[in-house]
């Protein structure tokens, strides 16, 4: 978020001059705070909401226009929340989220419920409700309602007047539960256009008046949109699938323009390269980013000896990477000086990254600052520039003309790998002559690498020595996971969830080398997992620890893109000896099987050589994404990897 940037300069002083009043839509809740019927203490699950733990009773929210020092937009939502099941009262706790610059004018709550027969109200009290600063430009107001069981109804009510008329509030009609009726109406001055983006318009009716406001002590139009909506199913994520909610049903804007009757007008979404000038000019990213003084003697020390820009490059980021730690904010603008920021080790991204751009110029290398919106932000409008998409900043590096994409909050991620967050399709550069779009998605991957060389022994164990190497996320995910909790910490994230599974000698090499592979090496024993029957051993020959070869989801529709956000490389090698008094008696067949423009590839199969079985496996999915018109071909991929993957070795023990 970008804050308090204003429409333009000067803009809202001068229409505070002209505008004097606004004119507000009659309301009409469907509900009344505190009033719950003895039918909705008594309901129960509609046949449709079979098995639910809870049901949205109403939810209903306005939105307007207001004039308090300055234009506001003041929402208001009442939402009312039936629990059936114990599993449901994860509802009964709220976070309310808004900017620091906003204000949380009402917030009333009830817990509902029937005793004795008799209707019983328990209000949540002013020391129940409590503030958080959730990052440095967003807080939070947190509360949980008291004597809730199985049967109670919560509601709550609270009002906001935000200060950034940049966006109406969006509002999901859809839960993770079902909603028996939604309503959202929003009131609009005619001077000021909105793009108005309706998800999943099926499930909701919209209507649309023109009704009379004030707008200078005269009659003006307003625009009053009507959303409202009955029996909503609840919303099913499916795995893979985009962060964000906005799949979701639901409704957001966007202001693009200003348009005032006396020939004023301002476009208020212009191009990114409009945006660029907005950011550098008036805002701490420009200022900042270009102040060459306050880095000049520490980066000539951190240079001093590097002959080439990429020597350069990697020495400022190592010491930036070293030096800072990233407090846990995520920010587009930073929030304090560079300076303070460098003085007291810690920031949010902005303040990092942005000390990265400027010591990279003064090291001499081409740099900027590449704005984006995060995964779970959800995808940025490249055509129209609207600021409140936007909630991430990195560095771009340019040296001889190629791009290196720098985010220095991860004290074990390498230069030129971006958070895994951060991988969303495109950035934008702001550079006020040569502003342009970046791609997101460089040379990040996940890639694991497994050797086996196993025995299989007299009890019925495989035993022997593994080798495997970790690159790219899945190596700065292990490598962190060491740093902090150790060996103990990796035996529990990464095999007690195998089994009968154990390991012995375990050894990491080019653990704090963040350029390289991670390798680890142990000596491991697979115990149970041969089957006997009638002198034949049977068992999967695909014992990978760490590969993720099976996809459990693999049914027959999709009603969302996959997005696995980077490319995967799985690679297995497993060689087993064979006792002499058993010869292999069945294994599977060598398979190839790749999608169409090798999205995806796959390779499997088994050989004997003597008394050796060799296992080889191959996975790669270079694809990041496939719209739901790919699913079938996706789906009949993965359906063939998996009942590839379930095939049986068979060992015949010889007469």
């Known amino acids: 978020m970008i804050g308090n940037i204003r429409i333009?300069?000067?803009m809202l002083i001068w229409l505070s001059m002209v505008?004097?009043?606004i004119g507000a839509f009659p309301q009409s809740s469907p509900i009344t705070l505190g009033e719950v019927s003895r039918d909705e203490l008594e309901t129960t699950p509609y046949p449709q909401e079979k098995g639910a733990e809870a049901v949205v009773l109403c939810d209903y929210a306005t939105a307007k226009m207001v004039y308090s020092d300055g234009f506001k937009i003041e929402f208001t939502r009442h939402v009312r929340i039936k629990i059936f099941k114990s599993s449901g009262y994860d509802l009964a706790n709220i976070q309310i989220p808004y900017t620091r610059y906003d204000k949380l004018l009402i917030l009333k709550a009830f817990t509902h419920n029937l005793e004795d027969n008799q209707p019983v109200k328990v209000a949540v009290v002013k020391k129940q409700f409590y503030l958080e600063k959730a990052s440095s430009y967003r807080n939070v107001t947190r509360f949980s309602f008291p004597n809730v069981r199985e049967g109670s109804v919560i509601e709550y009510m609270y009002t906001i007047r935000q200060d950034e008329i940049r966006g109406y509030y969006s509002l999901r009609f859809q839960r993770t539960v079902p909603v028996r009726h939604v309503e959202y109406r929003a009131s609009i001055p005619e001077f000021f256009i909105y793009t108005i983006n309706l998800n999943h318009n099926n499930m909701v009716r919209e209507q649309h008046a023109i009704e009379k406001g004030y707008y200078n002590t005269k009659p003006t139009p307003f625009d009053i949109y009507h959303w409202s909506g009955t029996n909503l199913p609840p919303f099913e994520p499916e795995p893979m699938m985009p962060e964000s909610d906005e799949y979701m049903a639901g409704v957001d804007f966007s202001l693009t323009r200003v348009n005032f009757t006396m020939g004023t007008s301002y476009d208020v979404s212009p191009p990114y390269s409009k945006l660029s000038e907005e950011l550098l000019d008036h805002s701490e990213i420009g200022h900042q980013a270009d102040n060459s003084i306050v880095?000049?003697?520490?980066?000539?020390?951190?240079i001093r000896f590097c002959e080439t820009q990429g020597e350069k490059m990697r020495a400022v980021y190592d010491h930036v990477q070293q030096h800072m730690k990233w407090n846990g904010y995520e920010q587009l603008i930073p929030e304090v000086s560079l300076a303070k920021a460098y003085r007291t080790g810690t920031g949010n991204n902005a303040e990092i990254n942005l000390m990265l751009v400027n010591m990279l110029r003064k090291a001499g290398i081409a740099a900027d600052p590449v704005v984006l919106?995060?995964?779970?932000?959800?995808r940025i409008n490249t055509v129209v520039a609207m600021a409140d998409n936007l909630n991430y900043l990195i560095c771009c590096a340019t040296i001889e003309g190629k791009d290196y994409l720098l985010d220095a909050t991860d004290k074990?991620?390498?230069a030129g790998m971006l958070p895994f967050k951060c991988l969303n399709v495109e950035g934008?550069?702001?550079?006020?002559?040569?502003?342009r779009w970046v791609k997101l998605l460089n040379d990040e991957k996940r890639a694991t690498q497994e050797y086996y060389v196993l025995t299989l022994t007299e009890n019925g164990d495989l035993t022997g020595h593994a080798s495997v190497t970790f690159s790219g996320y899945d190596?700065?995910?292990?490598?962190?996971l060491i740093h902090n909790e150790g060996e103990t910490g990796f035996r529990q994230e990464e095999i007690a969830a195998a089994g009968n599974v154990v390991i012995s000698n375990l050894k990491f090499g080019a653990l704090d080398s963040l350029e390289s592979a991670l390798r680890i090496t142990f000596d491991v024993t697979f115990r149970h997992s041969l089957q006997y029957v009638n002198r034949m051993v049977f068992f999967k020959p695909l014992i990978s620890l760490f590969g993720d070869y099976v996809n459990p989801w693999v049914k027959d529709e999709r009603n969302f893109p996959v997005d696995r956000g980077c490319p995967t490389a799985e690679n297995f090698i497993c060689r087993i000896h064979l006792p002499d008094n058993y010869q292999v008696g069945e294994s599977p067949k060598t398979i190839r099987i790749s999608m169409p423009g090798n999205d995806a590839r796959f390779l499997f199969g088994a050989e004997s050589v003597g008394n050796m079985l060799i296992i080889r496996g191959e996975l790669n999915i270079n694809k990041t994404r496939f719209e739901t018109e790919e699913y079938p071909a996706f789906r009949e991929f993965y359906t063939q990897v998996n009942k590839k993957t379930n095939e049986m070795v068979i060992l015949k023990e010889n007469d």
């Open 8 to 10: 333009a300069n000067g």
């Open 19 to 21: 505008i004097s009043t």
């Open 412 to 414: 074990f991620r390498p």
């Open 475 to 480: 190596g700065v995910n292990l490598r962190r």
């Open 373 to 378: 919106s995060t995964r779970d932000n959800g």
């Open 295 to 302: 880095f000049s003697g520490k980066v000539n020390d951190i």
């Open 428 to 435: 934008w550069v702001l550079n006020k002559s040569h502003g």
